[in-house]
C-alpha cells in the first residue's frame, strides 16, 4: 500500500511549504483530512465575516475541496468528525447539525466536539478534521507518493 499527500492549490499548497503539512492524506482506501479552519476560503483568501456561522461554513466547503482534491468524492464518505471550537455552545452545535444535514444527509459519521481555548492561528474560531472511506478512488495521477508494498 502506498501513501500519497496532498495539498489543495491555494491555501493548501501555501501551508504545505510553510508549515509543512498536507491537506489530505491518503492510504489505499482512506484519506485522512487535515484540521480545517473557516477563517480562508480553500485559494487562501482571507473571510470578512470572522462569525463562528461564517468559519464553520467556510470550513465545511474547504474539508469538501481537500477530500475531492485527494481523488475522494467529497462528504458523502465521512467516517469520523472531530471539531474544535473555541466557542462550544448550543448555537455551535446548531449550526453543526445543519451542516452534517446539509453535506451528509445520509450519512452518520461518529463525532467528537471538543471546546479548546486555542487554534492553531488567534483568528480561527473553529476547525474540523475528518476521516473518510473511499473504496474506488485513488486512481488520479497526483500527490506525493511515500512509500509503497
Given at each position: ?6 495539498a ?13 503539512f ?28 470572522l ?8 470550513a465545511?466547503k ?24 473555541i466557542?462550544?455552545?448550543d ?50 495521477e497526483?500527490?506525493?507518493?511515500i512509500?509503497?508494498?
Amino acid at each position: 500500500m502506498s501513501m500519497k499527500q496532498y495539498a489543495y492549490p491555494g491555501f493548501g499548497e501555501a501551508h504545505q511549504k510553510s508549515h509543512r503539512f498536507s491537506s489530505a492524506v491518503r492510504t489505499g482506501d482512506f484519506i485522512h483530512c487535515a484540521g480545517q479552519g473557516g477563517f480562508h476560503d480553500s485559494k487562501g483568501n482571507e473571510r470578512p465575516d470572522l462569525t463562528d456561522a461564517a468559519q464553520i461554513n467556510q470550513a465545511f466547503k474547504n474539508i469538501d475541496t481537500a477530500l475531492r482534491y485527494a481523488d475522494g468524492a467529497g462528504w458523502s464518505q465521512v467516517y469520523r468528525v472531530n471539531s474544535f471550537h473555541i466557542s462550544l455552545d448550543d448555537e455551535a452545535i446548531e449550526i453543526m447539525d445543519r451542516k452534517f444535514k446539509e453535506w451528509m444527509p445520509d450519512n452518520y459519521p461518529t463525532w467528537t466536539v471538543l471546546q479548546v481555548c486555542r487554534l492553531g492561528d488567534p483568528r480561527m474560531r473553529v476547525e474540523i478534521e475528518v476521516s473518510a472511506f473511499d473504496p474506488v478512488g485513488g486512481r488520479r495521477e497526483g500527490g506525493v507518493v511515500i512509500g509503497s508494498t
